[in-house]
């Protein structure tokens, strides 16, 4: 009985109830899309952030301090994917001697490296010039000596005797910036910029090189431990990303206490992330909110539209001896249905939106926001429907609902045309912010930002 009977109202009243899909679909579909934009964005955020960043952690160790149980430290506090020490020295300068004259730098610091390491942390070193295999001299320190591979350079240690070395390749250290930041210095009085004179050799050549100066000066002769975190475990969301690295950084912190000193890169690159990030949810509390909620505005319009016609078949029914309850039935039937199928198209196209526009590589993080969305737009069509048939039903009478619909009265807007002078306004104001046109001003300085569209 039911089933002809909503078969037959369908049928009769398609336009109408297609109006009313579409105007729960729209708001349901935007409400949606803007809650997957703003995972997506955020996602997006985090992911790239900390792609290409070379080394997580950098750890500085105290002389004296046992390598085996700083990294014990490590491991507990974090997981890593790769680890690797590097020895930093610091040197009273290089010299070398080309085509008959000699080239002084001023200090310098040289790097010993693993043979692996740049396969560990890709992008730290490129090479421009020569061979991996050997010393390694970088681009300005080859420019300041005038020096290419083949040639020799002479290394001026700290209390010691020169030591030369024949250069095998020129490389680029494109983080030289992280790569030679001062660890556990206050910012006041750590260096403003990495050194110009640099130069890397296998790390068994640059202990002996520099064994004598470690004993003599260990203050020249530092080890850090460079370490790149499992980054599959931090949330998608940049600021939950920046707690957790923030709180393995203090649990590593904690651990080594006295032994050796931290640069949490990856909390800092996130730390700068997560504003833009609260900058989408300000754009989606600004922006997206009153979009939807004119949206729900307009499906209650839709909704309210039908009143004269619910009013006059309730009038009919009851003339035939419906109960109340039977006509709140066939009403929650009715908005059942369109509240379904229009929370269903717009969760559909909110999807698609997901996928397409905003590039989502997982769509499971955005499920929840649109299981939520879905259980709102549903709910309101429900009651957008159901609360005025129930106000219908319950206050007014046959005799009321038939003299209403004998003289129909124009609503007072309907009368001024208050909708057509709303959207004349509208217009106008559009037009005049619109001519003012928009530029955007960009730093000459090249300073890298994230961008939200």
């Given at each position: 009985m039911i089933r002809f009977w909503l078969k037959g109202f369908f049928a009769a009243h398609f336009g109408r109830l297609a109006a009313a899909v579409v105007g729960l679909a729209l708001p349901v579909a935007l409400l949606g899309s803007l809650g997957a934009f703003i995972v997506a964005s955020s996602e997006s955020m985090a992911r790239r952030a900390v792609a290409n960043l070379p080394a997580d952690w950098q750890v500085l160790l105290v002389p004296g301090a046992d390598e085996a149980t700083?990294?014990?430290?490590?491991?507990?506090?974090?997981?890593?994917?790769?680890?690797?020490s590097a020895g930093y020295a610091d040197t009273e300068g290089f010299s070398a001697i080309t085509r008959g004259t000699t080239q002084t730098t001023g200090p310098g610091k040289v790097l010993g490296l693993e043979t692996d390491y740049r396969q560990l942390f890709p992008g730290q070193i490129q090479l421009n010039l020569g061979s991996w295999d050997g010393v390694l001299i970088a681009a300005q320190t080859?420019?300041?000596?005038?020096?290419?591979?083949?040639?020799?350079?002479?290394?001026?240690?700290?209390?010691?005797?020169?030591?030369?070395?024949?250069?095998?390749?020129?490389?680029a250290l494109p983080n030289a910036d992280s790569m030679f930041q001062a660890i556990g210095v206050s910012k006041n009085i750590a260096p403003q910029a990495p050194p110009d004179n640099v130069l890397l050799m296998p790390m068994s050549e640059w202990r002996t090189v520099f064994a004598q100066q470690a004993s003599a000066r260990p203050d020249t002769v530092r080890t850090q431990i460079h370490v790149r975190l499992d980054h599959a475990v931090l949330p998608p969301d940049p600021s939950a990303a920046f707690v957790q690295a923030q709180r393995a950084a203090n649990d590593f912190e904690a651990r080594v206490a006295g032994s050796a000193?931290?640069?949490?890169?990856?909390?800092?690159?996130?730390?700068?992330?997560?504003?833009?990030?609260?900058?989408?949810?300000?754009?989606?509390?600004?922006?997206?909110?009153?979009?939807?909620?004119?949206?729900?505005?307009v499906t209650l319009a839709v909704a309210s539209s039908g009143s004269e016609r619910r009013r006059r078949e309730q009038a009919l029914l009851r003339l035939r001896g419906a109960s109340l309850l039977q006509l709140l039935r066939l009403a929650a039937i009715e908005a059942a249905a369109v509240a379904g199928l229009g929370t269903v198209i717009g969760l559909l196209l909110a999807a698609v939106v997901a996928v397409t526009w905003w590039?989502?590589?997982?769509?499971?993080?955005?499920?929840?926001?649109?299981?939520?969305?879905?259980?709102?737009?549903?709910?309101?069509?429900?009651?957008?429907?159901?609360?005025?048939?129930?106000?219908?039903?319950?206050?007014?009478?046959?005799?009321?609902?038939?003299?209403?619909?004998?003289?129909?009265?124009?609503?007072?807007?309907q009368r001024l045309y208050l909708d057509v002078v709303i959207l004349g306004a509208g217009g106008v104001v559009f037009w005049m912010v619109a001519r003012t046109g928009y530029e955007i001003v960009l730093a000459s300085e090249g300073i890298a930002q994230t961008s939200v569209h």
């Open positions: 700083v990294i014990d430290a490590i491991g507990n506090a974090a997981r890593y994917e790769n680890l690797q080859a420019a300041n000596l005038h020096v290419a591979p083949g040639d020799t350079v002479t290394i001026r240690l700290v209390g010691g005797s020169p030591v030369d070395v024949r250069i095998a390749g020129v490389v000193a931290l640069a949490d890169n990856l909390a800092a690159r996130l730390d700068a992330v997560r504003a833009d990030s609260l900058y989408v949810r300000v754009l989606f509390l600004f922006l997206g909110i009153p979009g939807a909620i004119l949206a729900l505005l590039r989502s590589q997982n769509l499971g993080l955005v499920m929840p926001w649109l299981v939520l969305v879905g259980a709102v737009g549903l709910g309101f069509g429900i009651a957008a429907s159901l609360v005025p048939a129930w106000m219908d039903a319950t206050g007014t009478s046959i005799a009321a609902a038939r003299a209403e619909m004998d003289r129909p009265v124009p609503s007072l807007w």
